[in-house]
């Protein structure tokens, strides 16, 4: 069998093993998420004001600003929303594959109130993890980045529109000098917690998405740093290739 070059071993274990870190990563801070609202209990709307610190809503999305955003795709109101624009390879270098590259992808935000039965709270989510429900949207032609083709483009988009249900998880700030108009208080983001959060579903549903992602996430990462791991220890000699696979090499 040929021998591998040892800085193509090289450049890829190193590859592998930056990737599979930030992927644990961001695995972690998913997992931390979803652990840290599951140890939460939300609290009605109308008595945000009267606590101190994190804080958990739940209840209907209601309009702050004058003016609403509108999503990038579908033109839908939303004070929340997210797009990604996904483009066939071949598309963009004229190789074959079924491989699918984003090339365009945002979050839009602005500020509005959640609302039950007792009242409502304002909620600022600058700062925030947004979690949306996000599916394929039709079309395409009319998009202008680089040479995409409509018929191997993809288009997603998530959105949080008014009447929505949403699970809120921040720190309760009062709103002196730097807060949202006329508003007593709202949540934002806060040194209290390193979690604020906002999904367009309810807690148990957020919870999942979070340790659910979490967990694949953390797979993934774990598998891309234990084969990074192994090319390491063929280009420092400890393990070689074989016809048959690896074979350690004895001290």
Request: net charge negative; aromatic share 6%; proline share 4%.
């Amino acid at each position: 069998m040929a021998e591998i070059p040892q800085p193509v071993v090289g450049a890829a274990a190193l590859a592998l093993v930056v990737i599979g870190a930030y992927i644990t990563y961001k695995a972690l801070g998913k997992l931390q998420r979803g652990w840290i609202i599951w140890q939460s209990d939300p609290i009605n709307a109308g008595d945000v004001e009267y606590e101190n610190g994190i804080v958990e809503v739940q209840g209907e999305v209601e309009q702050l600003e004058d003016e609403l955003l509108t999503t990038k795709y579908t033109d839908t109101p939303a004070v929340v929303h997210e797009y990604k624009l996904q483009v066939h390879e071949e598309n963009r270098t004229g190789d074959q594959g079924t491989e699918w590259e984003t090339v365009d992808s945002g979050t839009e935000a602005q500020p509005f109130y959640v609302t039950d039965e007792t009242g409502s709270v304002a909620v600022d989510p600058d700062g925030a993890t947004v979690s949306l429900d996000v599916e394929k949207v039709s079309g395409g032609s009319e998009i202008d980045i680089g040479p995409v083709d409509a018929s191997t483009s993809k288009r997603y988009e998530g959105l949080l529109p008014p009447g929505e249900h949403v699970h809120v998880f921040g720190q309760k700030r009062d709103a002196q000098g730097d807060g949202l108009g006329s508003e007593r208080c709202y949540i934002g983001d806060g040194g209290e917690t390193d979690t604020f959060s906002i999904s367009d579903t309810t807690e148990t549903r957020t919870i999942v998405r979070y340790i659910g992602g979490g967990l694949s996430s953390l797979i993934l990462g774990l598998a891309a740093l234990a084969v990074g791991g192994i090319l390491a220890l063929v280009l420092l000699g400890q393990l070689e290739f074989s016809d048959i696979g690896l074979q350690m090499i004895p001290l």
